[in-house]
C-alpha cells in the first residue's frame, strides 16, 4: 500500500503540473460523480494529509486515497497512458497535460468547506507543516495495551506510516511489533524516528529498506535471519484496512519477544 511518503510526492507532482492552471476538462469515471464538470475552473493547490490526496478548486476539492493499487500519472496531452485506460478514475486536463488518477481506492468531489471531515479523525500528519509530535505520543499512550505494530498503521494515532515503514521504524528501536505501547522503552524516540524516516523518504527518494522485504536474509546488524508472518488486530468496522493482518519483517535477535 503506498505510504505517505508516495502520497506526498504524488501531491507535489500533481502540484508541478496543475497549480494555477486552468483546467479544460473533467472526467470523473466513478458514477456518483459522472456529471461534475470542473471546466473552466483554476487549480488553486493540491496538498496531502497522510495518505489522503486534495486537489482544490474555487469550489470543491478533489479528494482521493490510492488504497493499495492506485496512483496517479501525468501525461503531455495527446501522449499515450502508460497504465490500461479502463483503471483511470479520474482525469483532470489543462492546454498542457492530462492528470489521471488510475485505480484510485477512494475518489470524492467534496466543498471546499467539508474537507476537513476527511482528516478531523486522523492523527498529525507526519509530513505536514505543522507536525505535533507530543500529540502523536498522547495519541499512541491512550492504548497502552495495543501493540506498536497496530497502533503504528492506526491512522488516529500518526499519520502516514504503512507496513514498510513500521517495519523499518520497529527495527531500527529495536523493538518487536508485538510489543504493547506501555512497554516500548522510548515512545518518543521512536515517532521522532517515524518522522525522520518519511521526511528522509521524500527528500532523498528512493530509499532502501534496512529488513522490510529481506525475510530469510541475513540482518544488516547482527547477521540473524530476519522473518516475516502475518501481524494483525481485530480490525473495527469503519478501519479494516487499518488492521487487517500483513506480512511484517524482523529480526529475533535484535527485536526479542515481549517478555523474553
Known amino acids: 500500500m ?3 511518503d508516495t502520497v506526498y510526492l504524488a501531491a507535489a507532482r500533481l502540484r508541478a503540473a496543475l497549480e494555477g492552471k486552468t483546467l479544460t476538462a473533467s472526467d470523473f469515471r466513478v458514477p456518483r460523480y459522472a456529471t461534475v464538470d470542473l471546466r473552466d475552473q483554476v487549480v488553486e493547490s493540491v496538498g496531502s494529509y497522510g495518505k489522503h490526496l486534495f486537489i482544490r478548486t474555487p469550489t470543491v476539492t478533489i479528494h482521493s486515497h490510492l488504497k493499495m493499487e492506485g496512483t496517479w500519472r501525468i501525461f503531455h496531452c495527446g501522449q499515450r497512458w502508460t497504465k490500461p485506460r479502463v483503471t483511470a478514475r479520474v482525469v ?43 500529540e502523536a505520543v498522547r495519541r499512541l499512550e491512550r492504548y497502552p495495551e495495543q501493540s506498536i505494530g ?42 521522532n524516528e517515524a518522522h525522520r524516516l518519511l521526511t528522509e523518504s521524500v527528500r532523498k527518494p528512493p530509499r532502501r529498506e534496512l529488513i522490510y522485504g529481506r525475510a530469510r536474509r541475513p540482518c544488516q546488524r547482527c547477521g540473524t535471519t530476519i522473518v516475516t508472518q502475518l501481524f494483525g488486530e481485530p480490525a473495527p468496522a469503519s478501519d479494516r484496512m487499518a488492521y487487517r493482518e500483513r506480512g511484517i519483517y524482523f529480526c529475533p535477535r535484535c527485536q526479542p519477544v515481549p517478555g523474553n
Do not use: M, Y
Open 2 to 4: 503506498p505510504e505517505g
Open 150 to 191: 497496530g497502533a503504528l498503521l492506526d491512522q488516529r494515532n500518526l499519520a502516514g506510516v504503512g507496513n514498510v515503514f513500521r517495519s523499518e521504524i520497529c527495527f531500527l528501536r529495536r523493538v518487536h511489533p508485538a510489543t504493547p505501547v506501555g512497554q516500548v522503552p522510548d515512545l518518543l524516540a521512536l515517532v
Open 92 to 134: 483532470l486536463r489543462t492546454d498542457e497535460v492530462e492528470a489521471v488518477g488510475f485505480s484510485l481506492g477512494k475518489v470524492e468531489v467534496l466543498r471546499l468547506a467539508d474537507e476537513h471531515t476527511v482528516i478531523d479523525h486522523l492523527g498529525p500528519d507526519l509530513l505536514g507543516p505543522d507536525w505535533d509530535v507530543a
